[in-house]
């Protein structure tokens, strides 16, 4: 189904919800019919209903204040914030709302360039891992907690493993959909 920016998406979270508190048969059924049109192959279905509707104002508070989410402890909005993760100052010109949203329910899906975090092994027994920073034909920068930016030898590497991306998962059990609606809806107004 094509979503949209239109008012039945915009209304979409809040009559699941209401629904999912009603006890009429009916209106237990028509959920259900509605659940089962979700395709189970679309780790995001579950939260297509987040994506429009959302209240600005209360997703700045979640991504600022909210202790369990620490968005801002990673990322810097308009001078604020950490530097571990991309600046999101303009995150809604540069990216969909999809794109926003997987970014926090799957952070592994797609990395953001410049933060994929690499392992690499050394023929002489070192390892290192840090973030990936650069990268040719003959060697890597990465950006390593211990010693800063280093380059190394493509030559000088015995294995080198993709490690996990540094923003946490489970975004989508700490914050709930109206939280995570929110959410989108603030980083995307971002422009
Ligand atoms: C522990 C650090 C950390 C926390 C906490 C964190 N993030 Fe991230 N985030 C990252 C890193 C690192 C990346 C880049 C790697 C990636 O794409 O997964 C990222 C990527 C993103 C992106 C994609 C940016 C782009 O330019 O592609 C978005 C959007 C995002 N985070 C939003 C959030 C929100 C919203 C929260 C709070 C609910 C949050 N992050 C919490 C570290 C963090």
Known sequence: MERTDCVASQLELDLIEAAAKRTSPLVK??????QSTKSSDDPLSPYRETLYGGHSADGKKIFFDRP???CVRCHRIKGIGGDVGPDLTHIGTEKPREYILESIILPNKQIAPGFESVTVSLKND???AGVLKSETPDQLVINTPQNGLMTI???DIQARAKSLSPMPEGMGQILSKQDIRNLVEYLSDLK
């Open 29 to 34: 059924e028509k959920l259900a019919a509605y």
């Open 68 to 70: 369990d989410a620490q």
């Open 126 to 128: 070192e390892t290192y």
């Open 153 to 155: 030898k493509k030559s």
